[in-house]
Every structure is written in C-alpha cells, then in structure tokens.
C-alpha cells in the first residue's frame, strides 16, 4: 500500500473579481478582501449569492443520494473505465496533470479516477453548483479538491487545467477553452439515442424521433477521438429503479401516469448508451 499523497491544485481564483485566491488557513483570500471559508467538510464554495439563479441551485439532497446510491451500486463502471481510458491517452506533457469535473455531483467519477491513479498523476477537482453534492463528495475523499461552483465560471486561472471532464454536464465551451492549457483536452460523455431506452418506453406515451446529424466541434477545439459505449444493465428492485429515475431528466419530463407505471416495477433491463468525446484545445 503506497504511502503516496497525491496533489491538491492551488490556483484558485476569486469568483467575483478573478484575482488569485491565497490560503491562509482556514480561508482563501484574494487581493480585494473577499474571504471563502473552507468548511468543515472539507468543500470550499466559490458560488457567491449574486451569482446563483435560485437559492438552492442544483441538485437536491435527496437527488445527491439517489445518485450515489445508484453509482456506487458499480452499474456504470464500464462509462468511468472509458473515461479513464480517454484521459490517459489524451493528456500530455509531464505529471502532475490538472483535471476539473465539471458537474462532479456527488464524486463518483473523480472518485474512480483517484482509484485508477496508483502513480498520483492527476492533479483532481470536483465542480458541481449544488453544495448537497460537494458536501457529499468532500466527505469521501480529501485528496481532491471539491468546490461548489458554476461551470459558466470556472474558479481557475486562463490555462491552468490539462484536462476538463463534462460528464452528462452543462458545457461551456468557451469557459473550457479559456480554462485549458493549449494542447489540453475536453472529455464530454453525451446519452446516445439508444440510452434507457426501455425506462422511456413506460414513461412516455410516444418517443420523439431521434435526429441525428453531425454535431459541429466548438470553436478553438478538434475532435480527437469518439469512443460509443453500449452495455446492458438488469436492476432487481423498486428501489434502485426509483433511484435511477430521480438521477435523471425524466422524473421532471414525465407524465404522472408514466411516472406511477414505473413505480410499479420491482424490476427492468435496460440498454446504456453513452457517447465518450475528447476534444483538444488548439
């Protein structure tokens, strides 16, 4: 068992006005005067008043445990084994690498990396607007940096990260572009059009026709490499449907009478369908 502690990144910046945030224990400060606690869970929250669009933005409690229930169950392990496989044959240049998940919710993925990572070469941030998320992820792992934040505004230095990872997540290429180094890359997991297929059949009375048509790639990035991932998954109880449900989109899409069919399965196999790009920084 290595004794290794791996690194936690230090340039943050002020979410108000950009400038570097210094430590000084147990605040970060910037030159302005504006002060962020670190708080008792570990977690720093970079989201000030002026800037959220509601007062608890993101995810609630109650989502941030059906998440973690249903990820850490292993049901998705093949979606963060390619995601691993993406980052490290997509970065460059020397160890420690700077990688931000943008939309961490409640830290399954950076998780997964920090497990695969036996030589410390990732450098991990976890980013996600709801602090129920950020608080149950700094809970786990104190060898990352968890920051409740927006991914509209990165709480980074212009190209200070190696890599950014969007999975399922709110993009902002523009923030991404500024935020990466040149050569960094973006690492986007999307739904394919086959995804829960079988859970949108009870929900919705008719399903909408899939138009697919090439996606063009953000301004300042190249399309490096696309990897489709498809596997099957059987759950066996009511409970861990509920929780795939509240984890998702469509408990607020559907109609009351879809939603109550699936509460009445004890079980469902389903189809995953996921999309894994890596873009790079130009």
């Keep these: 068992m290595s004794d290794f502690s791996p690194p936690l990144f230090e340039q943050l910046c002020c979410p108000l006005d950009g400038l570097p945030l210094l430590f000084e224990a147990p605040s970060w400060r910037c030159p302005s005067g ?3 606690d670190t708080a008792s869970q570990g977690y720093i929250n970079l989201l000030p008043v002026q800037n959220k669009r509601s007062r608890d933005p993101g995810d609630s409690k109650e989502m941030v ?3 973690r229930r249903y990820l850490e169950s292993g049901v998705y392990e093949p979606i963060a084994a390619g995601v691993w496989r993406a980052l490290m044959d997509g970065l460059e240049g020397e160890a420690p690498y700077a990688c931000l998940d943008a939309g961490c919710g409640e830290g399954y993925y950076p998780r997964y990396l920090r497990q695969q990572d036996q030589q410390g070469q990732l450098a991990l941030i976890g980013l996600d607007i709801s602090k129920w998320a950020v608080m149950a992820a700094a809970r786990s792992s104190p060898d990352i940096r968890w920051l409740v934040g927006s991914n509209a505004h990165l709480p980074v ?3 200070a990260l190696d890599a950014v990872l969007c999975l399922f997540g709110f993009a902002v290429p523009d923030e991404f572009l500024r935020a ?3 050569g960094g890359i973006w690492v986007q997991v ?3 059009p086959d995804h829960l297929l079988e859970l949108r059949r009870i929900i919705y009375s008719s399903l909408k026709v899939d138009k697919s048509q090439e996606q063009t790639v953000a301004a300042g990035f190249c399309l490096e490499h696309s990897e489709r991932i498809r596997f099957d998954v059987s759950l066996h109880t009511q409970e861990q449907i509920a929780d795939l449900l509240l984890m998702t989109p469509h408990m607020f899409r559907a109609s ?3 939603l109550e069919r699936v509460r009445q399965l004890t079980s469902l196999d389903l ?4 999309q894994i790009k890596v873009l790079r920084r130009l």
């Design 157 to 159: 230095p212009d190209g």
């Design 180 to 182: 990466l180094k040149p």
């Design 271 to 274: 189809q995953v369908d996921v």
């Design 34 to 36: 504006h002060c962020f």
């Design 256 to 258: 009351m009478p879809g």
């Design 65 to 67: 445990a059906a998440r």
């Design 190 to 192: 999307e739904t394919g």
